[in-house]
């Protein structure tokens, strides 16, 4: 009997240290865990149970207790009963965290969309794509590459979700993950950031927007930052103070978490370098992005629908939709969603430097924009694009860039190979080899 005491007096006194220690990322914890039920659930149907034991499958956030109402389209998530957070789901706007000042019942704006579908094959419509042999791709190198990113059974080492490999615009090979298929949308995270950067060579290409001039903000017009241009912001080396840390109370989940306009976060720090000196990765700089972007319109509805009507309507991404902050602001940071297919268009459009079905979205000499390293990055980092100029994938070709995102979301763009490759999952380098993936997957396409 003493034992049992004994033990059940540690148990509590162990529960009760690590609330303590953790009670200030709580708010953190059951954000994070509202707000991936909320969009898991009605963006894609997941179930509370999918959800819990894959998206927030994370240290700390696997704390959270999580509940969906489905008549008001909501999620909870609390810790211990401590800190409940509440994210709403919105038909057009997807899903948001709110806090008790909300009003849920007032009207919004929703991005009108135009989902006209046709009888093209993929890429450019919805119909099945055409079988087609290639006679320089390996067929079984690249089957094998691909059945090899997935888990067997019940593993959890590589969490792939989905990988789709397109050739001169032609599915190679395509697989999903048990609970996954073509029509899933997934949270690209990261990704969307590469997306966000692409609206202002759709601006540059139409006159609209120049990126070599001081970026608009009235807060810097009188201090050093008054030097720091929307080039500087698209690389990712304005000099601002930020730190991009989700395994802590950090600007970057603060921000995602508890920030009502996320567009203000990186817009009031303060510079801690020179422009074009010091890269620093920074989630509050592709927000600040958005809010530049929304100041280029006469009014909100102009705003949420541009994102669509010049980009990812116009290259038939359907099933793609951006969610926005509590003060309508697209997380241009970090929630885009979309099929895997759809995902492979932005890619495929990229490839094609800006050309779909004849139409030139942005200039050709964009790519080469987002390709050219930025200073500080070795190689690594464009204009939010990720590259492989310094041979981070070693094994993988040198011309290769990509979007990325949080726990290994990836749009592989390989010119030189006429190729893009999608992978999906819940687990990025070095627990998941890219390198060994790009390697063979290349691999098995010769010339």
């Known amino acids: 009997m003493k034992k049992r005491y004994w033990f059940l007096v540690i148990a509590v006194t162990?529960?009760?240290?690590?609330?303590?220690?953790?009670?200030?990322?709580?708010?953190?914890?059951?954000?994070?865990?509202?707000?991936?039920?909320?969009?898991?659930?009605?963006?894609?149907?997941?179930?509370l149970q999918m959800i819990e034991e894959g998206d927030n499958d994370i240290p700390l956030v696997d704390l959270a207790m999580n509940a969906i109402d489905e008549k008001n389209k909501w999620a909870t998530a609390s810790v211990f009963g401590l800190k409940t957070r509440k994210a709403i789901w919105r038909d057009g706007l997807g899903a948001m965290l709110v806090d008790d000042d909300f009003d849920a019942s007032k009207?919004?704006?929703?991005?009108?969309?135009?989902?006209?579908?046709?009888?093209?094959?993929?890429?450019?419509?919805?119909?099945?794509?055409?079988?087609?042999?290639?006679?320089?791709?390996?067929?079984?190198?690249?089957?094998?590459?691909?059945?090899?990113?997935?888990?067997?059974?019940?593993?959890?080492?590589?969490?792939?979700?989905?990988?789709?490999?397109?050739?001169?615009?032609?599915?190679?090979?395509?697989?999903?993950d048990p609970g996954f298929n073509k029509k899933s949308k997934i949270l690209g995270w990261s990704m969307t950031k590469s997306l966000t950067a692409t609206y202002f060579g759709i601006l540059q290409k139409q006159h609209k927007f120049d990126i070599f001039k001081p970026a608009p903000i009235a807060e810097w017009k009188k201090d050093k930052r008054a030097k720091i241009t929307t080039n500087d912001l698209l690389h990712m080396n304005s000099g601002l103070e930020w730190d991009e840390n989700y395994e802590t109370i950090s600007d970057a989940t603060t921000m995602l978490f508890l920030s009502k306009d996320m567009t203000k976060v990186q817009r009031g720090k303060c510079a801690a370098f020179q422009p074009?000196?010091?890269?620093?990765?920074?989630?509050g700089t592709t927000n600040l992005l958005s809010g530049i972007l929304r100041k280029q319109f006469k009014t909100h509805q102009q705003y949420l629908d541009f994102w669509y009507s010049s980009l990812i309507d116009k290259i038939g991404m359907q099933s793609m939709f951006?969610?926005?902050?509590?003060?309508?602001?697209?997380?241009?940071?970090?929630?885009?969603?979309?099929?895997?297919?759809?995902?492979?268009?932005?890619?495929?459009?990229?490839?094609?430097?800006?050309?779909?079905?004849?139409?030139?979205?942005?200039?050709?000499?964009?790519?080469?924009?987002?390709?050219?390293?930025?200073?500080?990055?070795?190689?690594?980092?464009?204009?939010?694009?990720?590259?492989?100029?310094?041979?981070?994938?070693?094994?993988?070709?040198?011309?290769?860039?990509?979007?990325?995102?949080?726990?290994?979301?990836?749009?592989?763009?390989?010119?030189?190979?006429?190729?893009?490759?999608?992978?999906?999952?819940?687990?990025?380098?070095?627990?998941?080899?890219?390198n060994h993936f790009l390697k063979e997957i290349s691999g098995s396409v010769k010339g």
Do not use: C
Not at 18 to 42: E, Q, R, T
Not at 368 to 389: E, M, Q
């Open 14 to 47: 162990v529960l009760a240290a690590a609330v303590y220690i953790n009670y200030p990322k709580l708010d953190l914890i059951s954000g994070f865990a509202a707000k991936s039920v909320a969009s898991g659930h009605f963006a894609d149907g997941r179930t």
């Open 107 to 176: 009207p919004y704006n929703i991005p009108k969309r135009n989902t006209v579908k046709n009888n093209l094959a993929f890429p450019y419509g919805d119909a099945e794509p055409k079988d087609t042999f290639f006679e320089n791709v390996n067929y079984g190198k690249l089957q094998k590459a691909v059945d090899e990113a997935f888990d067997h059974s019940t593993e959890k080492f590589k969490r792939t979700r989905s990988v789709l490999v397109v050739y001169k615009d032609h599915i190679i090979a395509e697989k999903y």
């Open 276 to 283: 074009n000196q010091n890269w620093n990765y920074s989630s």
């Open 322 to 434: 951006i969610e926005t902050d509590m003060s309508g602001n697209y997380v241009g940071s970090s929630y885009g969603w979309a099929t895997t297919r759809d995902w492979a268009k932005f890619g495929l459009l990229y490839l094609h430097k800006g050309n779909w079905k004849g139409e030139q979205l942005f200039n050709p000499s964009w790519v080469n924009y987002v390709t050219t390293p930025t200073k500080g990055s070795d190689g690594r980092y464009g204009a939010h694009f990720w590259l492989n100029k310094g041979g981070y994938y070693p094994d993988a070709p040198r011309d290769l860039y990509s979007a990325n995102g949080f726990q290994g979301q990836h749009v592989f763009i390989i010119p030189s190979k006429d190729l893009v490759i999608v992978r999906m999952g819940l687990k990025e380098n070095p627990g998941f080899d890219f």
